[in-house]
């Protein structure tokens, strides 16, 4: 089977730094991608790591540990726009297709 | 940046009819598309892969006979919700990955959502 697990909700403040982990259980694993989603909108892409380290961009940086089945996106500077739901997605080897986590809902307060 | 468009936007029918949700790429080619469904607060949950000029493949528990994909072109791939009933009210996403030397494996282009009702 396969499974990604997610913080369900995170709360920080403006200005702050949080870090949304994800651990996944597949096969067929390929890459982590992150994906950011506010309310009634469509997912945006914001980050994809296939292999191990980090990836920045912006305020932005993802990680990624295969080793571990593991990953995270870290969100620096916190504005109030940042709030929104936070999904990782395994990309999967056949098809390239996204399986998505249950997502985490980040709210920024002032 | 890649765009995709879906349309409509909302439909509201009623219990027992069919209704049909596009899915274009706007200014890309898509061999590939893929069409999830959403409820309020939870995840995406991948119905199906669309390829282009073949069937579409379906994910474990979604019904190929009632949720048709169509994927005539590289730039349209349409779902065709069948007698639909009230449990079918949820938000329908599709995406597309761009393909060639530019893509970035990682990332899905979404179009904006159908949000249907069924009375």
């Known amino acids: 089977g396969q499974s990604l697990e997610q913080p369900s909700e995170v709360t920080a403040v403006e200005g702050a730094i949080v870090q949304i982990n994800c651990t996944y259980q597949?096969?067929?694993?390929?890459?982590l991608s992150w994906y950011q989603q506010h309310d009634g909108g469509a997912p945006t892409f914001l980050s994809y790591?296939?292999?191990?380290g980090l990836e920045e961009t912006g305020r932005f940086s993802s990680f990624l540990s295969r080793s571990d089945s593991y990953g995270y996106l870290l969100l620096q500077e916190l504005q109030m726009k940042d709030s929104a739901s936070y999904f990782c997605?395994?990309?999967?080897?056949?098809?390239?297709?996204?399986?998505f986590g249950q997502g985490t809902e980040l709210s920024v307060k002032p | 940046g890649a765009v995709v468009s879906q349309h409509p936007s909302w439909v509201i029918c009623k219990s027992g009819t069919s209704v049909k949700i596009e899915c274009r790429s706007l200014?890309?080619?898509?061999?590939?598309m893929f069409w999830y469904r959403q409820f309020p607060k939870q995840s995406l949950m991948l119905m199906a892969t669309?390829?282009?000029?073949?069937?579409?493949?379906?994910e474990q528990g979604v019904e190929k006979d009632k949720f048709l994909i169509n994927h005539a072109s590289l730039t349209l791939s349409t779902l065709t919700v069948t007698s639909a009933h009230p449990e079918d009210s949820s938000f329908y996403i599709c995406?597309?990955?761009?393909?060639?030397?530019?893509?970035?494996?990682?990332?899905?282009?979404f179009g904006e959502g159908s949000r249907l009702t069924v009375l």
């Open positions: 995406s597309a990955r761009m393909t060639g030397a530019l893509a970035n494996t990682g990332e899905l282009f």
């Open positions: 597949t096969s067929g694993f390929y890459g």
């Open positions: 790591n296939a292999l191990d």
């Open positions: 997605a395994v990309v999967y080897n056949q098809g390239g297709k996204l399986i």
């Open positions: 200014d890309f080619q898509a061999t590939t």
């Open positions: 669309s390829n282009e000029g073949s069937k579409a493949t379906y």
